[in-house]
């Protein structure tokens, strides 16, 4: 995937889950919390401004910011395992061509 698309990605799901967060806190059946940092966690991959507020949370709730820290380890790894498995996938697939 090209630099502007995954750009792209990185902005619509990051303002979904930033949406569904800010939901989540008036809702009791959406985890509001857990929405906002992986809306703010996404969009600082692409967002000047959310990577210094997700800074400033790191600092300020350092427990916190452990589990995130946690969870951005796991999704990267189960990322990386997907990618393998696609990976392999499509070199066993027949050449459509």
Known sequence: MNSAKTTLLYTILGWTFLIL????????FLQ????????????SK???WAKRLLERMKMR????????????????????RSDKKKKKWDAKAPDKG
């Open 61 to 80: 709730y350092p427990k916190l910011s452990s589990k995130l820290e946690d969870w951005i380890h796991r999704v990267e790894h189960w990322v990386a």
């Open 32 to 43: 509001g919390i857990l929405f906002l940092l992986i809306g703010l966690y996404l969009l």
């Open 21 to 28: 967060g800010v939901l989540g806190l008036f809702l009791p």
């Open 46 to 48: 692409s967002s000047p």
